[in-house]
């Protein structure tokens, strides 16, 4: 029986979103600003831009044009989509690993999630089809319900890795044993420091630093 639990946040954490997204949007005459500015939005307004961006794009982005950017965001996603590669080893190993059941929960913003992140795990040459789960979360579904369902006695160990308050906020409440946060994804180290007191010592400021303190704590 597998003894530790693994849950990865993917966009943010594993891939660079941003990028991702502001090429695209770039493709339709859209502009959702710099990095920094884009980490300090919330939910819908990161897609849309915020300050001198946001009434420019609220004027072009109608319904139909949305799902159009969304085909295009997908497409983008599965072609050129790659994951950090400071973490193609580490997934790779805890994949591997008889004792760890690992894998990944996303509200990932394009069609298809579950594909999509597959597809961005196979460009990164990750045993994607060993995973243990990739689950996306939908609109309207909350992730702090999924993590409680997965949280098994069996488990010694509960790993949650991801780079939004909100997150630390669900894996805390599901009382996971350790919970390592990214401050690189969609946000900064200041921010989850000062909105709910996450403690310094979990957050990591790169991939690198991140990947090598998963590899430590599962022994890989």
Do not use: W
Not at 10 to 38: A, H, P, R, V
Not at 70 to 90: C, H, M, N, W
Not at 131 to 144: C, T
């Amino acid at each position: 029986m597998k003894e530790t639990l693994v849950v990865f946040d993917f966009d943010g954490l594993l891939i660079d979103s941003y990028s991702l997204l502001k090429n695209t949007f770039k493709q339709f005459g859209l502009n959702i600003g710099d990095q920094e500015c884009f980490k300090n939005r919330r939910k819908f307004l990161k897609y849309i831009g915020g300050g001198k961006e946001f009434i420019g794009n609220l004027v072009n982005i109608t319904l139909p044009k949305n799902q159009i950017i969304r085909e295009a965001l997908t497409s983008y996603y599965q072609k050129d989509g790659v994951i950090f590669p400071e973490f193609v080893t580490t997934l790779n190993s805890m994949i591997d690993d008889p004792m760890v059941h690992v894998g990944i929960i996303s509200r990932n913003f394009t069609f298809h999630p579950g594909k999509t992140i597959r597809q961005v795990l196979a460009n990164s040459e990750v045993n994607h089809n060993a995973l243990d789960f990739v689950i996306p979360v939908s609109v309207g579904v909350k992730k702090i319900n999924i993590l409680e369902g997965m949280k098994a006695k069996h488990y010694k160990r509960c790993i949650f890795t991801a780079d939004e308050v909100g997150d630390y906020n669900a894996a805390s409440i599901s009382s996971y044993d350790t919970i390592l946060m990214a401050s690189y994804g969609f946000d900064t180290r200041d921010r989850l420091i000062k909105k709910v007191k996450i403690p310094a010592d979990i957050i990591y400021d790169s991939p690198a630093e991140l990947a090598k303190a998963l590899c430590v704590l599962s022994n890989h």
